[in-house]
């Protein structure tokens, strides 16, 4: 794949002889062409007063500095200083050591990187050491952690310390500060006195609110210093105090757990070739599960007979157990930690070697993708000498070196000897300033006066997938001129609505308003009423070389209920009621064509059973750009980790919004109701928090709104807030509904609520509810083809006798407004559905007395519209009354099974085996075998939902052995149950489910 290496010195300061040691780097999430890159480089205007840092808007290509950064010497610029964009604000974030004082800290923001001003100082304090910068954007507030040796504290001792404000890009100042150290520190001898930690501390960042922070625990202060390395978590963005406390070390129960203790390191100052080591580490998380960390640091005393070592060690448990040393290399610093969204974790680091008795600096990016089981790929991106000369420190690559990841991509920064030659860079190179790469000479400004060799930052990027191989389906667009990019991660948080895959009641793709999909409700029935047709845009984000073969785009398509946490289906599942057909359609795109181009569309049918309120997703692929596994089959977006499975990956798009079309010129009194499920995907019950964010122009339009959660709540909002749903179960099924006004306004606008799921404290996944405006006749259509839908189910679940008379009504005005074109009489099927109104008494005898969605009181509303001759306001309440019915259905029929959630229950049944008291038996390791055989054979695609019911025979003979050994008669009666519950899968499901939920209570959690 393909690997950039830049080296960023601009043209215009060719003539520069500076020693750009100890780099950092930072890459706007939200667009990946702003990068900045500092090092010790000082200002060219005299006198000094400021630093720079260098600067790229477009994508690393050319270079530029911008002297913003206060307290500049004439020397280094400043001192130790690190930066990082917020997640998607734009906003520039550094934390510095002045140049012009010694150990001052200032914690600096600038809003615009590229544009003057100095950035401006929040925090200034001293004496403090090695400032690291970290930070995400979480419901658009920054969220900037700066990590430091803070010695200050001295007298305590708890130098390793994290500054952080939670609202980054607002507040004058960081007023939070978490001191990590809960052990004795080294004592330090007169005249300094006190005690600290080692001078690196680190922070990594999960979007979920998941924090780490690793530090060098320092126990003795000598030579050699002794130390633990110490690994601390917090589980809530650090908003409880104490902060940083949530692992603990079972060996003394302290905060902070010691991944390695009594490690010998170098002394401060001691040289490895000429440059000086001693406080070397670096933290890295999973983006795809918080609870996978890895960590680095070297240790020894760079002799022969102890060699400064690196290693790395990874956590799967949050910090709570670690490998042993993954990965080694002898002679190596300046280690840096990053994994994508791919899990693919990486590492660089600069290893001395010497050859022909010349010592020289390697810069190593090596890649793992099993966790560092092996190495994947090691790159040697600069191959050049160690040397010092002119160096007004033992800093000739500096104290550190710096890797990022943006979605699939690696952004890193070294610093390393300039001699343009095309030997030292095997990666290969592109040098800014003038340099003749035959004679190996630098160049003036004039490229022809030689200038001596020195030290530059050299800037990379490693891309996973080439911009020509990068195919994507976009999860939003605004409007022809602003749209999704392709970028990874996507930054927009409703990934949901305005998405590049939809559904159509025919095998055209439809019109695109404002570059905008136009979307269908699906149809359901016997033959051609049930049949609907999937498709998909699909974009490249270049074009490929000349001459280059066309490429095969494969999309696979998959549905799942209307709400968060519902499990997808796809054709494998041969769900009778839902069958997607096959095969997979394909779009080939030619070298020089980017798109968009539209897939040919999927044909697949809802049987009279099924509700129309479904969620449609896909998955494209090709060979150089496959999706990142695992599959959305048989999962909800976000689990069974807390991973952004869509946002991370441009490959993967959904659609999960419910508009119910209102008359443009607006109703009166009645309120237009919809509905979606909350289905905990997890394999432990929890608690549901789901955030609802109203924007205000709806709040003006539409005044007080109502969320409803059916048989509990109905709460009235005026903004936006939360609702925690408690206790829920793996697999339950609970419902939101929104209740708001039929307001007048143009026709095609879009009024909706925003719901998303949220875990710790970051939205997982999400859905929409609301109203699209359109004409009389095209409401009419909607409302007819609700009416045709609701009572083909009802006809197939209840046997209504009234249900054909109103189907019939239903198809006779649909075929009207079809010949006249919109123009049919508003009120003549008001008129025919209070003719024969018996359907009211029939579904209120089959629903009973348990109503939780209230149907039979907007019964009674819908019967006084229609007596009224309010027809517009009539259509809004037939509507609403529909979509309760509808509601109440898809609940009596989730309680009977899902043929969806049959591999949820599969990895929840090896979630609680591992969780269960007690011995490992026999019957529990031959239960987690025959599950992992399952999963293993469902993510490869040779096993879906049709496979289930052999799964269970097979499970029924360890399940019984083990419910003797927990000796549980209600277990060993469910498990009785589940034995003659025949081969439908869905019915099998629901057995198994019972099991599960008896089980649960002997599990923890």
Not at 289 to 314: E, F, H, K, M
Not at 729 to 741: A, C, D, F, S
Request: charged share 20%; net charge negative.
């Amino acid at each position: 794949m393909p690997i950039r290496v830049v080296n960023i010195i601009p043209q215009s300061l060719s003539g520069e002889t500076n020693f750009d040691s100890e780099p950092s780097i930072a890459v706007n999430p939200s667009d990946p062409r702003q990068i900045v890159v500092t090092s010790f480089t000082p200002d060219t205007a005299s006198p000094v007063t400021t630093g720079p840092y260098f600067f790229s808007s477009d994508g690393g290509s050319t270079w530029s500095q911008n002297s913003v950064i206060p307290g500049g010497n004439a020397t280094f610029g400043t001192k130790d200083i690190s930066v990082r964009f917020g997640g998607s604000s734009g906003v520039l974030y550094a934390g510095i050591l002045r140049g012009d004082s010694s150990l001052r800290l200032n914690i600096l923001r600038k809003a615009n990187y590229s544009g003057p001003g100095l950035m401006a100082i929040l925090v200034d304090r001293t004496p403090e050491d090695q400032p690291w910068v970290e930070a995400a954007t979480q419901w658009n507030t920054d969220r900037v952690f700066v990590s430091s040796n803070d010695l200050t504290q001295r007298p305590t001792g708890a130098t390793a310390s994290v500054d952080f404000d939670l609202d980054a890009a607002n507040t004058a100042a960081f007023t939070n500060t978490a001191r990590l150290e809960t052990r004795a520190s080294a004592a330090l001898p007169p005249p300094t006195g006190g005690s600290q930690d080692g001078p690196s501390v680190r922070t990594a960042i999960h979007r979920s609110g998941v924090l780490y922070a690793v530090f060098f625990g320092w126990r003795t202060f000598a030579s050699p210093n002794v130390t633990d390395i110490v690994v601390c978590r917090d589980d809530n963005w650090a908003n409880s105090a104490p902060t940083f406390r949530s692992l603990t070390d079972p060996g003394d129960g302290n905060a902070g757990f010691r991944v390695a203790t009594g490690v010998s390191v170098a002394a401060l100052g001691t040289l490895l070739g000429t440059q000086r080591i001693g406080s070397n580490l670096t933290i890295a998380v999973d983006p795809r599960n918080s609870q996978r960390v890895y960590v680095a640091w070297c240790d020894g005393l760079a002799t022969t007979a102890s060699p400064y070592t690196l290693r790395i060690r990874r956590s799967d448990n949050g910090g709570q157990n670690w490998t042993p040393d993954l990965f080694t290399v002898s002679n190596a610093t300046n280690p840096s930690l990053a994994v994508n969204t791919q899990g693919v974790v990486a590492l660089l680091y600069q290893q001395l070697a010497t050859v022909s008795g010349t010592a020289r600096w390697r810069t190593h990016l090596v890649r793992s993708t099993d966790h560092f089981a092996t190495v994947t790929t090691d790159t040697i991106l600069a191959d050049v000498i160690d040397s010092s000369a002119g160096a007004a420190l033992s800093v000739i690559i500096g104290d550190y070196a710096n890797l990022i990841s943006i979605g699939k991509d690696l952004y890193g920064a070294f610093s390393g000897q300039n001699a343009p030659l095309s030997a030292n860079f095997p990666a290969g190179v592109t040098y800014l300033r003038n340099a003749n790469f035959v004679s190996g000479t630098l160049l003036a400004v004039d490229n022809v006066t030689p200038v001596s060799t020195s030290v530059d930052p050299f800037f990379f990027q490693y891309q996973t997938v080439a911009l020509n191989d990068d195919f994507y389906v976009r999860d939003w667009t605004d409007s022809p001129t602003s749209g999704d990019d392709g970028s990874e991660p996507s930054i927009k948080p409703a990934f949901y609505v305005t998405s590049d895959v939809w559904n159509r009641r025919d095998t055209l793709p439809g019109s695109f308003p404002h570059d905008q999909p136009e979307n269908e409700d699906a149809g359901n029935g016997l033959g051609n009423i049930g049949d609907n047709w999937l498709f998909a845009r699909v974009r490249r984000r270049a074009p490929a070389p000349a001459g280059s073969p066309a490429v095969t785009v494969n999309a696979h398509f998959l549905v799942s209920k209307l709400g968060t946490g519902s499990n997808y289906e796809d054709a494998s599942d041969a769900d009778p009621d839902v069958t997607l057909s096959g095969p997979d359609p394909t779009l080939l795109f030619a070298a020089a064509e980017v798109g968009p181009k539209t897939t040919n569309a999927l044909a697949w049918h809802l049987n009279p059973i099924a509700s129309t309120h479904l969620c449609v997703a896909v998955e494209i692929s090709t060979p150089a750009d496959p999706f990142v596994p695992p599959s959305l089959h048989g999962r909800a977006p976000g689990w069974p980790t807390t991973d952004l499975d869509i946002v991370d990956d441009n490959n993967k798009a959904q659609r999960n919004m419910g508009l119910s079309t209102t008359p443009a010129r607006g109703t009166g009194l009645c309120l237009s109701d919809a509905f979606a499920i909350v289905h905990n995907a997890a394999t432990y019950p929890r608690d549901m928090l789901i955030r609802y964010t109203i924007s205000p122009d709806v709040i003006r339009r539409v005044g007080q709104l109502e969320i409803e959660i059916p048989g509990r709540d109905r709460i009235r909002v005026r903004d936006s807030g939360t609702i925690t749903m408690d206790r829920v179960q793996p697999g339950e099924n609970r419902w939101i509904g929104v209740r708001l006004r039929a307001v007048a306004g143009k026709e095609s606008e879009t009024l909706a609520i925003f719901f998303d799921e949220i875990v710790n404290g970051s939205p997982l996944n999400g859905f929409g509810l609301g109203i699209r405006l359109g004409s009389d006749p095209s409401a009419t259509i909607y409302a007819m083809q609700r009416l045709l839908s609701v009572f083909t189910r009802l006809l197939a679940t209840w046997s209504l006798t009234s249900a054909p008379t109103v189907m019939d009504l239903a198809s006779r005005v649909l075929r009207a407004l079809a010949r006249s074109r919109g123009r049919a009489s508003r009120v003549d099927w008001a008129n025919d559905l209070r003719a024969d109104a018996r359907f009211f008494a029939e579904i209120r005898d089959a629903i009973g007395r348990q109503d939780p969605f209230d149907v039979e009181r907007h019964a009674k509303g819908l019967r006084k519209s229609l007596e009224s001759n309010r027809d517009a306001e009539s259509l809004v309440c037939l509507c609403s009354y529909l979509e309760r019915i509808d509601a109440h259905v898809t609940m009596l029929q989730l309680r009977n099974g899902a043929r969806a959630d049959i591999f949820q229950n599969v990895r929840w049944q090896q979630d609680v085996l591992s969780r269960l008291k007690g011995e490992l038996t026999d019957s529990r390791r031959r239960i987690d075998e025959l599950c992992q055989e399952f999963i293993q054979a469902w993510d490869g695609r040779r096993v879906g939902a049709r496979d289930f019911p052999r799964l269970v025979r097979r499970l029924l003979a360890p399940l019984e052995k083990l419910s003797g050994e927990l000796q549980d008669a209600e277990l060993k009666t469910r498990l009785e149950a589940l034995v003659g519950g025949g081969d439908d899968p869905a019915t099998l499901q629901h057995l198994h489910r019972e099991v599960l939920l008896k089980l649960q209570t002997h599990a923890g959690r």
